[in-house]
């Protein structure tokens, strides 16, 4: 008696980002929010430097809007064919960003004594993380650029964390909007900070 055997037949489906990229993205999101709001606003007061501070604000304006937009589109979208080499640059417009602000920011900050030692650890656990994110992220930039040009929607993240990230984005490009404001001296930008800097021992 002759056994019958049906075809295998193998269902390829589109790989959306992992749950891991989103978490170590969202990680990154909170260290980064508490950079901003501890070190760059309780303690250094930056946005009250205004045109003083013209060149790192510019930085933290543009890296801000990245993350916004990775923040905002990670969770519920892959960026596909020719979207994922523009993703690519901006991730690696990102580490020249923030390489460029390694260097500027002891400049700017030499009126309060420097940066603060504690940021400097948190910048490179910032930068390792980072790192992290990205060796997680690399196998599916290659599975993106082999699709047609185009975002693709998935339904990976649960609700929550989707919108955390959310969140955070509209957070991201609010402070980066902040930054500019501040680096170009517009009214009321260095609110409540104006007229606060103090220098540090």
């Avoid at 933290?60 to 809007?65: A, D, E, I, P, Q």
């Avoid at 937009?69 to 020719?82: M, Q, S």
């Avoid at 929607?153 to 902040?178: E, F, K, N």
């Amino acid at each position: 008696m002759r056994r019958k055997f049906a075809p295998v037949v193998e269902v390829r489906t589109i790989m959306p980002p992992s749950q891991s990229v989103l978490w170590l993205l969202t990680a990154q999101g909170f260290l980064g929010a508490f950079d901003t709001i501890y070190f760059h606003e309780l303690r250094a007061r930056l946005p009250a430097l205004q045109t003083r501070a013209k060149s790192e604000l510019v930085l933290h304006s543009l890296r801000s809007v990245i993350y916004g937009l990775f923040f905002l589109t990670f969770p519920w979208l892959e960026w596909k064919g020719w979207w994922t080499a523009v993703l690519v640059l901006l991730l690696a417009l990102e580490i020249v960003i923030t390489m460029y602000d390694f260097v500027i920011e002891d400049w700017v900050r030499k009126p309060l004594g420097g940066v603060y030692p504690a940021e400097r650890v948190l910048h490179g656990v910032l930068g390792v993380l980072y790192g992290i994110f990205l060796a997680y992220l690399f196998p599916l930039l290659r599975e993106w650029w082999r699709g047609p040009t185009g975002f693709a929607a998935h339904a990976l993240a649960a609700p929550a964390l989707q919108w955390t990230m959310g969140i955070m984005g509209v957070l991201a490009c609010v402070s980066g909007l902040r930054d500019l404001a501040a680096a170009y001296a517009l009214p009321h930008s260095g609110w409540p900070w104006a007229g606060k800097i103090h220098a540090r021992r």
